[in-house]
């Protein structure tokens, strides 16, 4: 074999290892084996001094070549190699040091809100339309104009706020949401079936019972031949619909000023079923509402015929709340503790 000929057999086998070799040793090892002092470029090397003047040159500038090709193709394997076990070592020395995003809570509906709106909703499902008044009253909608009259105890200053505006007239902050009942028939021909929902303030010592300021929600009804069958077929479907279908619901003969006959309403308790438990107090019972058919005079107030028919009812929101979640204290409706407000 002519010395050229061996040297192309020692580059093709030198690139074949190199290209086969898996780590930067391993090149190494094929540098030393290829490229030193024993190995075959070397011994080649040696019998240079052998060779006929012409060959030599031919032999050596072959040997040279096959050198630099060696060396760049071992330069260039081991930088890749650097390049492969650098992206290697970081994958395994990955570390995830994502922190878990900071969620903003979402906020949700107050539960006097959400009662109030399904109260609402049960009322409009039967037709009656919502309309909202004024905190701010004046004494004739507040009271006259409902059959109180001046010295009713319901006027006293142990229940209503007097604003006290230098007007002739005292203005209240509204006791109850009846005021509305005259506001609207007032502007309005039957058939009037409308709910309004709303604050009303009382001056009331605060306690888990109580409170100064609480939400009502008022329903009249104005049409032919109204009954107080239709009344309690109302409060039925309502009662049924807010806290369950195997109620029962009873009416208690009552007084207020504008209703006749007035009746307070009782659901059978949906806690125990009517056999007495914390929630109904023993009773069986729980009192949701006051309601009546309308007084004749409260429609002589506002113009109607006497002998008008319709009814008219009021329930407190709170109330109905506290039943509904099983809240001891009606102070925690407003101290706008979020662990409670949370709690559903
Ligand atoms: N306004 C009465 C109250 O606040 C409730 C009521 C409304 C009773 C309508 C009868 C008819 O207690």
């Not at 030198?14 to 084996?33: F, N, P, T, Y």
Request: glycine fraction near 10%.
């Amino acid at each position: 074999m002519s010395p050229v000929q061996e040297l192309e057999d020692i580059e093709k086998e030198a690139l074949r290892a190199l290209q086969g070799a898996g780590s930067s040793d391993r090149v190494r090892e094929l540098e030393i084996a290829y490229l030193g002092r024993k190995g075959p470029l070397a011994r080649v090397g040696k019998t240079l001094g052998t060779l006929p003047m012409e060959e030599r040159r031919t032999v050596g500038q072959a040997a040279n070549r096959v050198r630099g090709l060696i060396e760049s193709a071992i330069a260039a394997k081991l930088a890749n190699l650097d390049r492969m076990e650098r992206a290697g070592r970081l994958e395994a020395e990955r570390l995830d040091i994502t922190l878990p995003g900071r969620t903003p809570p979402s906020g949700k509906l107050h539960p006097l809100t959400e009662v109030l709106e399904e109260v609402v909703d049960i009322f409009v499902g039967l037709g009656f339309q919502v309309a909202e008044g004024p905190l701010v009253e004046t004494d004739y909608y507040s009271f006259q104009a409902l059959n109180i009259p001046q010295d009713h105890a319901a006027r006293s200053m142990q229940d209503t706020f007097y604003v006290n505006t230098g007007n002739p007239q005292p203005f209240v902050l509204r006791p109850h949401t009846s005021p509305m009942q005259v506001r609207l028939m007032e502007t309005t021909k039957p058939p009037l079936y409308v709910v309004v929902p709303g604050v009303v303030a009382r001056r009331d010592e605060v306690d888990a019972n109580h409170l100064a300021q609480f939400m009502q929600i008022e329903g009249l009804a104005v049409d032919e031949g109204i009954t107080f069958g239709d009344l309690k077929g109302v409060l039925d479907v309502f009662a049924k619909q807010m806290f369950g279908a195997n109620l029962t619901v009873r009416m208690h003969p009552s007084y207020f000023p504008f209703t006749e006959p007035s009746a307070e309403v009782y659901v059978s308790c949906f806690a125990c079923d009517g056999s007495g438990c914390p929630t109904c107090r023993g009773e069986g019972w729980i009192e949701i509402m006051g309601a009546g058919m309308v007084h004749p005079n409260v429609f002589r107030a506002v113009g109607y015929p006497p002998e008008t028919t319709g009814f008219a009812f009021g329930m407190g929101i709170e109330r109905i709340a506290k039943l509904k979640y099983s809240v001891n204290d009606l102070r925690s409706f407003y101290e706008n503790d979020l662990r409670f407000l949370d709690a559903r």
